[in-house]
């Protein structure tokens, strides 16, 4: 630690400051059946998540009548090597197949605990944990550069809080583009509609990438839907009209929003996906994929996404026109 007065380290000082900073709580961490080490977050009102140092992962966000907020693939693979189908999940550090890298090779790799997240203070309690995952650990032959990952993952009284964050370690310039892959539960599909994204120019998967407009009030499913919105608001709704009740995804510096559900035939086609899965759920990402995100040589990037559930009382149209197309900030 350094003593600034003096702009260099006083180990007498240090070790007073070390004594007196309040002591964090343990991390309440164990093996799980599969031998993969799980954190269990918890908080005061009851509710939980579950994170997973394979793929910096949550796996599991029960509010707190543990209820089950996420989605989880009947077929999840959950042998290291394979990328767990459902949860929480950072795509990093290419999201999809447009460039040289395999999409989100970050899932792959076992994080480990970040002892100091620095610049964000260190938590002290068990409600926080702050993993990293270096580029060393990372098979990058084809772009070799030096980088770390940071993911805080923080849980509060109806919410789920993930700030990622990307340092370039290297003396050159760090390009990426990335996803944060929310599977949301859902009671059925053709029940959800997702508000905030109208009007938005997106990319279609399903039609080679062909650039389309947003036609309609509000996105509906009736079958596969694998689009890119662009430049969208800071705040998106999606909202379950049988279980009543809606997530709010709030995000920061991750400009665009991924909407996929495979629907019936795609969930058949994939391995670990229950043929009936996709009625069960909804991805919907915060993510920077139109552009690439930049950084100068050790330069970092600070991401931000909060997802909150609320009740049913939280209906379609109840959003405010002005924050669904300027987030919290006032209009141009
Ligand atoms: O399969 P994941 O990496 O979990 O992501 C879910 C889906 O997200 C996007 O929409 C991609 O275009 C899909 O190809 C992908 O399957």
């Known amino acids: 630690m350094l003593d600034w007065k003096k702009g260099k380290v006083n180990p007498f000082m240090s070790s007073i400051r070390a ?14 059946i599969d ?13 939980s998540a579950q994170v997973l140092l394979y793929g910096g992962q949550v796996v599991s966000w029960k509010n707190e009548r543990k209820e089950e907020l996420l989605f989880m693939s009947s077929k999840a693979n959950w042998k290291q090597s394979n990328a767990i189908r459902g949860g929480i999940s950072v795509s990093l550090p290419q999201f999809g ?4 890298l395999e999409h989100g090779s970050a899932r792959k790799r076992l994080w480990s605990l970040d002892r100091d997240p620095s610049p964000l203070s260190p938590s002290e309690n068990q409600s926080s944990v702050d993993l990293i995952l270096k580029s060393t650990g990372l098979d990058l032959k084809s772009r070799p550069c030096s980088f770390e ?40 599909i053709s029940e ?15 039609m080679n990438r062909s650039k389309f407009t947003e036609q309609a009030d509000a996105i509906t499913f009736d079958g596969q839907m694998d689009r890119v919105y662009l430049r969208t608001p800071k705040k998106i709704a999606i909202i379950d009209h049988e279980k009543k009740r809606t997530f709010v995804l709030q995000k ?47 330069e970092e990037w600070q991401g931000y996404q909060e997802l909150s559930n609320v009740s049913s009382s939280y209906c379609s149209g109840q959003l405010d026109p002005c924050k669904v197309l300027y987030g919290f900030q006032s209009p141009p």
Do not use: H
């Open 252 to 298: 920061n510096a991750m400009p665009d929003a991924v909407v996929w559900n495979p629907g019936y035939r795609k969930a058949k086609a994939l391995s670990d996906m229950g043929d009936d899965d996709y009625k069960f759920m909804i991805c919907v990402d915060s993510a920077a994929v139109e552009t690439q995100i930049v950084l100068k040589p050790y």
């Open 192 to 206: 959800v509609r997702v508000e905030g994204l109208e009007t938005l120019d997106y990319f279609d998967n399903l």
């Open 149 to 188: 990952f940071r993911l805080r993952i923080s849980l509060s009284a109806g919410k789920l809080i993930l700030i990622p964050r990307v340092r370039n370690t290297d003396n050159k310039a760090l390009s990426f583009t990335l996803s944060i892959t929310n599977y949301l539960s859902v009671s059925d």
């Open 19 to 32: 004594r007196l900073r309040p002591r964090p709580m343990p991390l309440n961490i164990f093996q799980d």
């Open 97 to 100: 197949n447009l460039g040289s």
């Open 35 to 47: 031998g993969l080490p799980r954190i269990i977050l918890t908080e005061p009102t009851g509710s």
